[in-house]
């Protein structure tokens, strides 16, 4: 009998959860949380995101489940994979098939095919600079795959060069950057000053307390934006709630006038509750353990901060903060003050941004400190994209400390080294800084879109000099035994994107029925 009144707790909560399924989730709060989405994907055009949207979950299915290379491509993926572990950059210039001029290179071709997803070794007629088109035949599907591996010996080190250029259908640079604004104002919602007034475009109060339940850190500004999107993707969510935690969202201008908002984004992988379901890689996350402490800022040409971020893989948290003002980054001005009347640039106009790092390592307890490891960057938008390139020229500080596994100091190891640790990792950083002729390490970024809604492109290329010494390598194969996961744990991680999509791929089809009712 004393179970009773548990039961018919039991019951009448159960009742109340089909009723609230029953009703449906009000639309406005799922136009909320799809806002972002659907400008990426659609433009604003709520059905055009859902058809494009589901054409790019078919093509992620066909990579997840279908994914073929052929044996020349397994082969050298690898090889190299093997070379690049140990930073073995001799045997890695070896295994580079096409000779051009002083340089080893290969490219890797991925396109859809049907039901599944190929790569292929590409002949040499396919060049990096123009194997690549949102008019050609490569680059004009989403999913299309250009990738390049390219070395050569200067001296004793190599210049590496590294290439990735993906189609991503007709999400042009224009629709990225609104896509991201739409995301920065659904996150400022959770400011009440700003945040949605109709009780119908609100989350349902039994999506709040399960965030409270699952999140008991949040406050109610955090709360309100985690249930917008718990409510919006709830599929997706449960696939999440097993991996990871948000610990913070927003954080409210002190002025207190809604003029614009600081947002606070932080959130962490979360081993034990991954060990259930996902053993080996939580086992391998949490050996990681405090390999990389890591603090970037952000500053513009005047060095008035954008934005700041941390990783931390003791805690495996990643931390992103900034000011927002109607969906796009402000600077905080050398008096502390968020300014808001800087124009946006024209197109064409070259705007200069800067990185700036700290980073710890600490590998088996020999600590090392880089501080001031700066990337100097120029963005400039294009009549068909937009373009971000920077370089690293400046050496940064390094400083060496610590005990290995606790017991042998630093000091102890430098006397048996041709030269003590910090020098060795200084002469490292400085290759990557000062080599390659003076160039310094350089990368880009580059997208292009040759007609309003038509294909479009991203592709990421980079290029450095790295010092060839047997100790570096030593020091990276020491790395990569926390950094590589085991071929279980790898299984278990494309397990976790299968399983991802899947659930992204029901939600979308709950926001098709949605948008016709």
Partial sequence: MRRTPVLVALSALLAVTCGVAAAGVPRLVWGRGWAPLVQLAGAGDADLAVERLGRGL?????????????????????QVRASLGDMDLEGLHGLLPLREGE?????????????SYAVRLAPAAVTAAHGLDPAGPLGARAGDLLALVGTRQRGKNYVTQLEVGVGVGPAGWEQITEGLAEAARLLASGDPRVGARDAAARPDTATRLRVVETHPGLRPEDVEVVAVLWESFPQLAEVLIEVARVDDV?????????????????????????????????????????????????????????????????????????????????????????????????????????G????????????????????????????????????????????????????????????????NLAELTTEFFTAICKGDDGRGATFALRARQREADGPATLALAGQVEVLNSLLIRLGFRIANQKLLPGEQARDELWALFARARDAFERDLQGFSRVLKK
């Avoid at 405090?290 to 948290?317: E, I, K």
């Avoid at 990337?375 to 400039?380: E, I, P, Q, R, T």
């Fill in 103 to 115: 340089w080893r290179r290969v490219r890797l071709v991925g396109q859809r095919e049907g039901a």
């Fill in 356 to 419: 700036v790092a700290d980073l710890r390592f600490n590998m088996n307890g020999i600590l090392t400190e880089v501080r001031g490891l700066e990337v100097d960057g120029v963005y400039a938008r294009r009549p068909d994209g937009a373009d971000l390139t920077g370089r690293l020229t400046r050496v940064p500080q390094v400083a060496v400390s610590g005990n290995a596994f606790g017991f042998l100091p630093s000091w102890a190891i430098d006397i048996v080294l041709p030269s």
């Fill in 250 to 354: 927003l954080v409210l201008d002190l002025r207190g006038t809604g003029a614009y908002q600081q947002l606070r984004l932080s959130g962490r992988l979360r081993p034990d509750l991954m060990k259930a379901r996902y053993p080996e890689l939580a086992a391998f996350l949490a050996r990681m353990g405090p390999l990389l402490d890591a603090r970037v800022r952000w500053v513009d040409a005047q060095n008035r901060q954008l934005a700041r971020m941390s990783l931390d893989t003791a805690s495996l948290s990643l931390t992103l903060e900034g000011f927002v003002a109607d969906g796009r980054l402000v600077p905080v001005g050398h008096d502390g003050q968020v300014v808001l009347d800087d124009p946006a640039p024209a197109e064409g106009e070259a705007v200069e941004v800067r």
């Fill in 58 to 78: 078919d093509t992620l299915r066909c990579v997840l489940h279908g994914l073929r290379l052929d044996d020349g491509a397994r082969r050298f993926v690898t």
